[in-house]
Structure formats: C-alpha cells, structure tokens
C-alpha cells in the first residue's frame, strides 16, 4: 500500500510540473521566446460639417453635407502588433456621388477605390492620411431622395495583417416639389484652417486613372 501511495504521489507531481510548464509557456513560442503577433489598426473618421471636428460617424440627427460641398476624411493606420510590419496596403473605397479631389494614393474611377502603399510600420508606429472629396452637384445627385447617407470605407493589409473601418455621414438637398427636410445643424459650409490640414500631411493631389 505504501508503494501504491508512493507512486501515485509521484505521478500527481508529475502531472502538475507538467501543466505547470504549460501554463508558463502558452504565451511563448520556442524556446521561450515571445508568440510572434500581426496585427493592424485603421480608424477612419469623417469631419462635421461648418467645423474642423472628426467623428467616427454622422447620422441623420446631426449636420449633413450640401451638394458641392468639401468633405475631409482622416484615416489613421497603425501597427499594434509586436512585430515590423512591412509593405502595407491602404485602399479607401469612395462611395456613389462623390469625388475625390486630395491626398495620397492613385484614384481609380473605373473601381471607385484610391490605393496606395503606406510603407513599412515598426512596432507601434501610426501613420496618418487625410482625403479630401466633393459632393456631386445637385443635377448629379438621386432625384427622388431629399436626405441620404453613405458609408466611406477603408482597410489596411499586408501579407500577414488585414483591418477595415467606416465612416459614415449624410447629404441633403432639395427635392422639387417637396417640402425641404429640416436641417439638425447651421448651415451648410466646411471651414477648415488651411494651416491644420496642411501641417497633417494632406496636399498631394490624387493622380487619376481613366
């Protein structure tokens, strides 16, 4: 009886050393190194109308855009893993009824999307872009639609990473023969100090594909 308790005892410890070095090792890859980690952030915010202020999302409850009206979009892209990330991707897919006017990248007007290569990010590095864009005038907008919302979408990749975020925001216009829908906010107009934008990195001119 003595050797059966003797032996259980052993293999019990056994069992727990083993778990143990389990449990000491799930965060570590080979050799007791670090879990190598890709991982990517996008965050994709749109401008309020009549201020320089950028939020994640506009609704039909807060100020909308006028036809012809600018509309500035920040996307910051970041490296949140614990590894370089090398070669990444942006693509920002332009919505019907605008027009893109400023910042990085080339413009494809067959696929609505504007691409470009953000380089290489070390290990928490950001990386900030700000598009301009232009609503279509009021002859080119929806005829039977007075109050309308669309969603500018982003994403960032490369071969190991991928990320995706939205913005969204509203455009109102009059509807011939209807009564205008009221606005939630001042008047319609973009006032944004040159100077902020500028000193953000924005000012390239989008080169266009036909």
């Given amino acids: 009886m003595k050797k059966f308790l003797g032996f259980a005892l052993l293999v019990s410890c056994f069992l727990f050393l083993v778990s143990s070095v389990k449990a000491d090792t799930g965060q570590y890859g080979q050799y007791g190194q670090p879990s190598v980690s890709y991982q990517i952030l996008i965050d994709k915010m749109v401008t309020k109308p009549d ?17 012809n009206q600018d ?13 370089d990330l090398t070669n990444v991707e942006v693509h920002d897919y332009v919505p019907s009824y605008l027009e893109p006017l400023e910042g990085p ?4 007007s067959n696929t609505r999307v504007i691409s470009w290569n953000a380089g290489d990010f070390v290990v928490d590095e950001e990386k900030v872009y700000f598009l301009k864009m232009r609503v279509y005038s009021t002859a080119n907008l929806p005829s039977d639609k007075g109050l309308f919302c669309l969603v500018n979408k982003t994403d960032a990749r490369n071969e190991n990473t991928y990320d995706e975020d939205t913005a969204q925001f509203c455009i109102e216009k009059e509807v011939v023969g209807v009564s205008k829908v009221p606005s ?27």
Avoid at 73 to 83: A, D, E, G, L, R
């Fill in 51 to 67: 201020t320089d202020q950028y939020v994640d999302n506009l609704s039909v409850s807060d100020p909308r855009f006028a036809p």
């Fill in 71 to 83: 509309i500035w979009f920040q996307i910051k892209v970041k490296n949140t893993s614990n590894q």
């Fill in 105 to 108: 990248g080339t413009w494809d």
């Fill in 184 to 210: 939630a906010g001042p008047e319609f107009g973009l006032l944004l100090l040159a100077g902020n934008i500028l000193g953000a990195g924005a000012g390239l001119y989008i080169k266009k594909k036909f």
